[in-house]
């Protein structure tokens, strides 16, 4: 199986930055598209970001897009998510995940779930 684990989560002041990361380990790292999900208190679970296997394809949620950027490094399988221009509709738990199927950025495609990692951001 594909163990994942998530770091970098801690608190930012509104409009910094965070960059949380995420290690892959125990299967072939690049055969996997890579996606990060949040959950907020009280919310469901919702997509934020994806990368496909190779690392050509990115898609965002609306809420994020320009100013969250998914990437990858498959030699050393690690895949991060950078979060600029932090709002406080932004903290959650963050989650990393994988899945060897199909494209796309659907929750229940992904079956590697990292353990999440706490981003809060004050005002």
């Known amino acids: 199986q594909v163990q994942l684990v998530e770091s970098g989560g801690r608190l930012v002041q509104a409009g910094g930055s965070l960059r949380l990361s995420c290690a892959a380990s125990g299967r072939i790292f690049s055969n996997y598209h890579m996606g990060w999900f949040r959950q907020a208190p009280g919310k469901e679970r919702e997509f934020v970001a994806a990368?496909?296997?190779?690392?050509?394809?990115?898609n965002y949620a609306d809420s994020v897009k320009g100013r969250f950027t998914i990437s990858r490094d498959n030699a050393n399988n690690m895949v991060y998510l950078q979060m600029d221009s932090l709002t406080p509709e932004d903290p959650a738990v963050y989650y990393c995940a994988g899945q060897s199927g199909i494209w796309t950025t659907k929750e229940n495609a992904y079956n590697y779930w990292g353990q999440g990692a706490q981003a809060t951001v004050s005002s």
């Open positions: 990368i496909s296997s190779g690392g050509n394809v990115r």
